[in-house]
């Protein structure tokens, strides 16, 4: 460990703001704007943060080009500064832990004991640049970490932060035209993924070949284990699981993965809808609400995704009609709904969080009017309560009960970052601007605390490690593809990229993908246009079917 250990964050770290008063955010307002600020010291609450909101937006409006270039370079440095206060915290005080508690100064193991936050950030790391942090932590991984030892963990949660982010960051040390590449650098991780991902296969032992949710890495799945498992976990398989076969030449990894998410899918029902939870032995659904929420929403997510990385065309045709499925059954105005998957009737009239992936995911398939629509609905949301509560009830207008949390969740402002991409509409640079300014002051001494209630702003002493590897990472790079429009997100690099559902960077590139240079035809019909998927901005530049 020894030198790593003495990581410090940069001068351009933001203070203050550890523990906000109503005065506090009224002088970010008069910052901003440039003017007194009329919000009184007594009037926190939704009416101050809509104040902010409006405030920036204000701004944005009266800024040319040349000025919100220079405005973003600045927030984009700010953020960077951010990720530096969290990595910091996160290396004095928890370290090797799983994750920093941000309240208290101290560490805890949540997942697996594997330094989880250190792994699932190590790619943020490069992106933003700090590059001689980004070799340490890929030094101390490579000598330290190892996976034989007997800890019962989530497929799901193993799978997308710690195999995820051992594959991003042995192919960003490993390109040569990386910033991040690595000279030296032996291949450790990708080994280290190896071993993780022989260590999950015994989950997929079932008679749906649909995996169990959790597996010991030692002695696999317990007899006791439960068979119940998400559709999200059935379903987000994909990228990692590929990835790590073609990059190994052990195909049994990207046979489970297709198997478990063609399993899932042929359990759809005939309205081309899935549940949240089935059995994995039985393959009967236990849960039949259908949605693009919380236990099914990276499956839509993967799909897609896995066409634009492999080039697959069975990916993209299960993706339409599952695509197709949702805006005929589970839209409602701009916000969707739980039904149930047989007959489509309404369960439950609530915006879950985790549905704020949809937009960006319609942004990347060309659906720009939907997916504006939907981000406005749920950043409103946001402006309101100053963050994204766990449940919004659609019918009351008001945070749902027993699910008024904000832990610190990256959606929202993955989804601005990839609608800004396909538009460049300043509308997201001011949605950035107000998530930036929300999470300034949710600041503490050593990190950035989760809100227990989005009513009273209470925090909770955790700070989970998605913060680093997504919330502040798709916040950076928003503001850096509106600082510099010709900037690519490893600085220089014009390799393409697919994002995970956790935010890992998977490249494009003829080892990995079947569509470098192979086109596909499709039946005539589809109801679904995706030629208007195109990219004014070099980033991300997705291939599309003739």
Partial sequence: MGPF?????????????????????????????????????????????????????????????SSYESTCLSMREEVRGMFAH?????????????????????????????????????????????ITEFEKGVEWTANHLAFDY?????????????????????????????????????GKLLELAHDLGERLLPAFVTRTG?????????????????????????????????????????????????????????????????????DVQTGNWTHQDAGIGSSIDSFYEYLYKSYLLFGDPEYLYMFKQAYSATLKHLKRGPWYVEVNMYNGNLVWPVFNSLQAFWPGLQAMVGD??????????????????GSLPEGFNIQLQRPQEAQMAYPLRPELIESAYHLFLSTHDKKYLEAGETFLRSLQLMKTECGFAALENVYTWERRDQMESYFLSETLKYLYLLFSSCADPNDTIMHGSRQQYVFTTEGHLLPIIQNISNLIDRKYDFPAGDSIDF?????????????IPS
């Avoid at 928890?94 to 920093?100: G, I, K, Q, V, W």
């Avoid at 007997?150 to 960003?172: C, K, M, P, Q, Y």
């Avoid at 997916?371 to 402006?383: G, I, L």
Wanted: a negative charge.
């Fill in 86 to 130: 969290a990595f910091g915290g996160y290396m004095r005080h928890a370290f090797p832990h799983d994750e920093l508690k941000p309240i208290t100064c101290d560490g805890k193991d949540s997942f697996g004991k594997y330094a989880l936050t250190l792994v699932d950030s190590l790619d943020a790391l490069a992106i933003m640049g700090f």
């Fill in 210 to 278: 649909i995996p169990y949710g959790a597996v010991n890495l030692v002695h696999g799945v317990a007899e006791n284990e439960t068979t119940v498992t998400s559709s999200a976990t059935a379903g987000t398989l994909l990228l990692e699981f590929v990835t790590l076969s073609r990059l190994t030449g052990d195909p049994r990894f990207e046979d489970v993965a297709r198997q478990s998410a063609f399993a899932l899918w042929a359990r759809r029902s005939p309205l081309n809808l899935v549940g949240g939870h089935l």
């Fill in 368 to 385: 720009l009017d939907l997916a504006s629509e939907t981000f406005d609905a749920f950043f409103h949301v946001w402006k309101n309560y």
């Fill in 5 to 65: 250990l003495s990581f410090h964050p940069p001068s351009l770290v933001p203070h203050g703001c550890l523990r906000p008063s109503c005065g506090e955010v009224a002088g970010l307002v008069q910052g901003w704007r440039g003017e007194p600020s009329t919000i009184g010291v007594h009037t926190c609450g939704q009416a101050m943060r809509r104040a902010m909101a409006m405030a920036m937006a204000a701004a944005w409006a009266g800024l040319g080009r």
């Fill in 150 to 186: 007997d800890e019962t963990v989530s497929v799901f949660e193993t799978n997308i932060r710690v195999l995820g982010g051992l594959l991003s960051a042995h192919l960003l040390a490993t390109d040569p035209l990386s910033p991040a590449h690595l000279k030296g650098y032996t």
């Fill in 531 to 543: 030629s208007t998927c195109t990219r004014v901005n070099p980033i991300w530049v997705p291939p």
